[in-house]
């Protein structure tokens, strides 16, 4: 009688050999933990390369090579090119945001504008892809500047900070006499400026990271923030408010990494 047989004929041993419904869940988890694991390496990979070669030089099989996996697995995983560097940068997005949300809430004075900004700045400048985003730095970056993510979270930035200015006014925690609208363009312009400025700096004249990050700190206290502190409770309640926004931004970045075009394969 052969194995097969036997299972036909015994349906209890039968039964018996077929994993259990919680035996196969185990098992997709696993399947699935590895293949966010592989993933999360080749993405990896393609940062690194991406800040070593820049976005033209960088190509699939470079990046399957030091990812240490086939050329046709990263196809598992992104249909093209293009669609692996969207991820990427969406990625390194969500990361930050994360980092971001946890610093405002370990900081009692988070939701004010100068802590904001030291907060932002500090994960920013320490994150190469994304300050090669927010330079232009179209060596690096090349097409990825003009991402369709970038684009896409562009107009949802915009209506945050209005809202999270609309907040720090109406709790006296950002000066009032000049409209919201002026307000935004010239904290861009500062932020651009600040960001760009060592690109006209001679060398031995450029700001350090830590220079920098405090200077624009004070620039937009001076410019924008009441000369007299807050009062903590007013600054708490604000906090609190603020990182239900950052929530709101958090959760549009992961839908567009849920919306984002894969093989779906798991092999």
């Not at 996996?69 to 994360?98: C, D, N």
């Not at 609208?181 to 312009?189: L, R």
């Not at 000369?227 to 603020?242: D, G, N, S, Y």
């Amino acid at each position: 009688m052969t194995k097969y047989t036997d299972l036909v004929n015994n349906p209890k041993r039968r039964t018996e050999s077929l994993p259990s419904p919680g035996q196969r869940e185990q098992g997709r988890g696993e399947k699935r933990s590895k293949y966010q694991e592989r993933a999360g390496r080749i993405l990896d990979a393609a940062l690194e390369l991406l800040q070593r070669w820049g976005y033209r030089k960088t190509t699939l099989d470079d990046i399957a090579r030091q990812a240490g996996v086939p050329k046709g697995t990263v196809y598992l995983h992104w249909k093209t090119r293009e669609a692996l560097f969207e991820a990427l940068l969406q990625r390194e997005y969500l990361s930050i945001m994360l980092d971001f949300r946890q610093a405002i809430a370990n900081d009692p004075t988070g939701a004010m504008l100068s802590s904001l900004t030291r907060h932002l700045v500090f994960l920013v400048i320490s994150n190469p892809l994304l300050k090669a985003v927010l330079q232009r730095d179209t060596e690096t970056l090349g097409d990825l500047i003009r991402t369709s993510t970038g684009q896409q979270l562009i107009p949802v930035r915009l209506e945050v900070s209005q809202v999270y200015l609309e907040l720090l006014r109406n709790k006296g925690l950002l000066r009032a006499n000049i409209s919201i609208d002026t307000q935004m363009k010239m904290m861009t312009a500062i932020y651009m400026g600040f960001f760009l400025i060592d690109q006209v700096m001679p060398p031995g004249r450029k700001f350090s990271p830590d220079e920098m990050v405090e200077a624009l700190v004070e620039t937009i206290h001076r410019t924008f923030e009441p000369e007299e502190p807050p009062a903590p409770a007013v600054v708490e309640e604000a906090t609190r408010t603020f990182i239900q926004l950052i929530d709101q931004f958090i959760d549009v970045i992961k839908n567009k990494i849920q919306e984002q075009p894969q093989q779906g394969g798991e092999a």
